[in-house]
């Protein structure tokens, strides 16, 4: 498989290194401690096309390929996974949702908004007893006249405080359990929409994360997205987008732990000797790179395939597993290698082993991905 990068790609990577490098590491420790995104960081990311990077061109958005989208999540998350993670859900399971099974009406109301960032898009399928279990909903959207009317909670909805719109899962014929769930489009502000406050997470903290709940909202009709009971079909039709933005948000992750790993290696002294002389970390710095660059393939392989024709779930799930794992691994070995600094703030590494802890849990646990990987394996 030919990974050469066209033009495009390298162009829109670099333009995602520069904004990554220039304007997101400078700060990256600041939103981390204040564990907030603020509004003029989100403009300014709307006005460098990140928040359009899948939506079409007619909708005024990039239409870009997986991996030109794999490869500027990938740079952004080297600086900012917070960051990179809104732009992913916002790309990857809104503009996407929207795309695939909008109908026009709705496709011409909110793809232009959420091409340009003028409104950012959130997602919501977990609930506080429905995580990887996700045909287990209990919040119900029942159907009454031209309106749904929804009752229950949602859990870890990523983006929800600024938020626009939200995707949102729930029951429509609850007799019918997974097969009685819908997918809508629900608008903030809605009567009977109420924000929780902020989950305080151990990592990727300048992301807003939050429960939200509905006591009576009424939603249109005409906001159901897909048909009525097409729901958990939707789910599982957008999680390889969602698992493509994770697994480049890991190799991100893991490449921006390696490269204070390599650097500080070099600098410290111990016994009379920079640490990079040492054979036990020169081998954990050679296992570091190679598992970098084992995931960062099939991260890319994953994106190039999903561009084309069929199912890819396994090679979409196989390249997140590894990726997180990775990810987690190497953010740990970096903190081994800086010893106590790396148990501490001064030292960006800190923060990376924080960020890279849940890129193993969200859009599917890794037991989660061994599951579709396996069943492929064993099918027919």
């Not at 050469?4 to 981390?32: C, G, H, N, Y």
Request: aromatic fraction near 8%.
């Amino acid at each position: 498989m030919d990974f050469s990068l066209s033009e495009d790609q390298i162009l829109m990577r670099d333009t995602a290194r520069e904004f990554a490098v220039k304007r997101l590491a400078p700060m990256a420790e600041e939103l981390d401690a204040r564990e907030e995104m603020p509004a003029e960081l989100l403009k300014e990311t709307a006005e460098l096309g990140f928040f359009g990077l899948l939506a079409p061109e007619e909708y005024g958005g990039l239409a870009s390929d997986m991996l030109s989208y794999a490869l500027c999540i990938e740079e952004i998350s080297r600086a900012c996974a917070g960051l990179a993670i809104t732009i992913s859900i916002h790309n990857s399971l809104v503009i996407k949702a929207i795309e695939m099974y909008g109908t026009r009406e709705q496709k011409d109301e909110y793809l232009p908004k959420l091409a340009t960032g003028e409104i950012i898009g959130a997602y919501s399928l977990s609930e506080p007893d429905s995580g990887t279990d996700a045909g287990s909903l209990t919040c119900q959207a029942i159907g009454r006249g031209d309106e749904y009317v929804f009752n229950g909670a949602k859990s870890w909805v990523s983006s929800a405080a600024y938020a626009g719109i939200i995707v949102v899962f729930a029951l429509t014929n609850p007799e019918k359990g997974p097969k009685g769930v819908s997918a809508f489009i629900v608008q903030q502000g809605t009567d009977g929409l109420n924000l929780g406050a902020p989950e305080k997470k151990m990592g990727i903290k300048c992301s807003d994360t939050r429960e939200i709940s509905f006591m009576d909202a009424r939603v249109p009709r005409a906001n159901l997205l897909g048909d009525e009971d097409e729901g958990f079909k939707i789910a599982l039709a957008l999680l390889d987008n969602g698992r493509i933005g994770v697994g480049a948000q890991a190799l991100g992750i893991a490449q921006a732990a390696f490269d204070e790993a390599l650097k500080y290696s070099k600098e410290r002294k111990q016994f009379g000797k920079t640490l990079s002389e040492f054979q036990a970390i020169q081998f954990k710095l050679a296992d570091m790179a190679t598992r970098i660059d084992a995931a960062r393939l099939m991260v890319y392989r994953a994106a190039v395939l999903k561009n084309a024709e069929g199912l890819h779930s396994r090679e979409v799930s196989m390249a997140k597993l590894v990726a997180s794992e990775t990810a987690n691994f190497v953010a740990n070995e970096a903190v081994q290698i800086h010893g106590g600094y790396g148990y501490v703030k001064e030292y960006p590494v800190e923060r990376y082993f924080r960020d890279a802890r849940v890129t193993e849990i969200y859009e599917g646990t890794s037991e989660a991905q061994r599951i579709v990987i396996s069943r492929d394996l064993l099918k027919g």
